[in-house]
């Protein structure tokens, strides 16, 4: 099994959120977000810069990840809209963000990491944080067969 | 040919940059950004809202021409990472932002969407203005195969 770790890495050297899978290639994890319940990563375990710096079966793997991270967690948390995004200009380690986004939280229609809009109900963030444990288990299931 | 158009939405109405190249179900196009010249886009012809609302086989074909794009603007552009983006929140009509960064670009290493954090220098935004007649053709040339 050839690794490329990197020892000042972030994303090499930690798990970069909750662990709901690990498969060999990538891992999926649930960012711990008070604002954003149900943000979660696909990380590549390599440490690869660029989406072309994989072969194209890798990208297919990690794109077909993508699709069923996306469909749980569309299906658990029943947002607005997905927010999908490789950026890594700060870490450049792959990893993919899906942020489930509502109309009534801390940026909308703004992305993320865009200036706040507005302090988030606290009633409304907190039925979403009860959304967790279904989120986790879904992924987990739907992962399962990623080996 | 089924299309699906909606009146009020921005990418049913107007092709949203200058297209380069037109496909049946998508076109591709650059980005009329001061900023971020090599600033490209992925814009699926329907209106649809997420990547999981397509079927597998256009999911996988839409994936394949941002590849493509990708490994173009890295090689024209030669930027410090390339930043990729579905958010979709005002305008809820599957498009890809494929954007080319710079360790002296306004926002980097944050996120095109955040706070500027400096004014770049003219010449540097001007040597990367100068790029993009090369940048159109190559465009042009690794997508004629997508009718």
Redesign the interface.
Known sequence: MMTSANETCELCQSPGGEVVHQAEFFRVVIVDDANYPGFCRVIWRDHV????DLSELD??LM?DV??QV??VV?DVMQP???????????V?HLHWHIIP?FTDDVH????V???AKRTPSPDSLALRHEKLPLLRKKLQQHLASYT
Chains 1, 2 share one sequence.
Do not use: Y
């Open positions: 810069k660029e989406v072309t990208r297919m794109m993508m699709w996306e469909q569309r607005e809209k997905i927010n999908l995004a490789s950026l890594g200009n700060m450049p986004r909308f229609p703004a992305p990491w865009a200036e």
